[in-house]
């Protein structure tokens, strides 16, 4: 299962019709408390997260996931609008898997999600 940590009904909606297209189980979650509620109850192969949602901190999301057993810490991409470098290269020193533009995400959903 894929999830999306985002509050962005264009981002979930365009994630969700290509996860239909490839047969891939997709859920969208608007908070923290949801996404680690997930990863703990099922196969997460794939985190996407969100770094300008509403109310997100980066720090806390670090703590989180870095409290996860790191044999079942799903992938995680963390994405955010390019004008954001400051932010994205915050979320690098974080250790995410990979960092990307949301153009990028947009545009590489098929990809991220084969």
């Not at 990863?39 to 770094?51: H, K, P, Q």
């Not at 806390?60 to 870095?66: G, T, V």
């Not at 409290?67 to 954001?84: C, F, G, K, M, T």
Request: proline residues 4%; charged residues 20%.
């Amino acid at each position: 299962m894929i999830v999306i940590l985002t509050q962005d009904l264009m981002m979930s909606s365009s994630a969700n019709a290509v996860a239909r297209a490839q047969g891939v189980l997709l859920k969208s979650v608007p908070s923290m408390e949801k996404l680690m509620q997930l990863i703990a109850d099922g196969e997460v192969t794939l985190v996407l997260v969100d770094l300008q949602m509403r109310g997100f901190q980066l720090a806390e999301f670090h703590e989180n996931w870095q409290a996860l057993d790191p044999v079942h810490r799903p992938r995680s991409v963390a994405y955010a609008q390019h004008v954001e470098l400051e932010l994205l290269k915050a979320a690098r020193a974080m250790g995410f898997d990979e960092v990307l533009t949301r153009g990028q995400v947009s545009g590489g959903l098929p990809a991220l999600f084969a």
